[in-house]
Nanobody, 118 residues
Framework: QVQLVESGGGLVQAGESLRLSCVAS????????MGWYRQAPGKQRELVAA???????NYADSVKGRFTISRDNGKSTLYLQMNSLKPEDTAVYYC????????????WGQGTQVIVSS
């Protein structure tokens, strides 16, 4: 069965960086678009970034220029490099597949917590 396992979250200060990873099993990531979503307390889950099978990327306006989505097909791993973190980036971050322009796919990871202190 499909499993998505995130890691890399933590507590950092504003301005610092984190790299999130999502290891996929039972799923061929190079054939599918994948996405990162986040959910802050009391807010709806929102798209952070997505990457298509062809390598095209899509970012939320709030993270453009600071976050970079990428993948390593050989390691079946999706990444989210987060730089210049802000307190408003605090949320649980989820990996999703197969991502579609119309919305998230049916597979989610368990989430990894990111806390950015000011």
């Amino acid at each position: 069965q499909v499993q998505l396992v995130e890691s890399g979250g933590g507590l950092v200060q504003a301005g610092e960086s984190l790299r999130l990873s999502c290891v996929a099993s039972g799923f061929i990531i190079r054939l599918n678009a994948m996405g990162w979503y986040r959910q802050a307390p009391g807010k709806q889950r929102e798209l952070v970034a997505a990457i298509t099978s062809g390598g095209g990327t899509n970012y939320a306006d709030s993270v453009k220029g600071r976050f970079t989505i990428s993948r390593d097909n050989g390691k079946s791993t999706l990444y989210l490099q987060m730089n210049s973190l802000k307190p408003e980036d605090t949320a649980v971050y989820y990996c999703n597949a197969p991502w579609r322009l119309s919305g998230p796919g049916g597979y989610w990871g368990q989430g990894t917590q990111v806390i950015v202190s000011s």
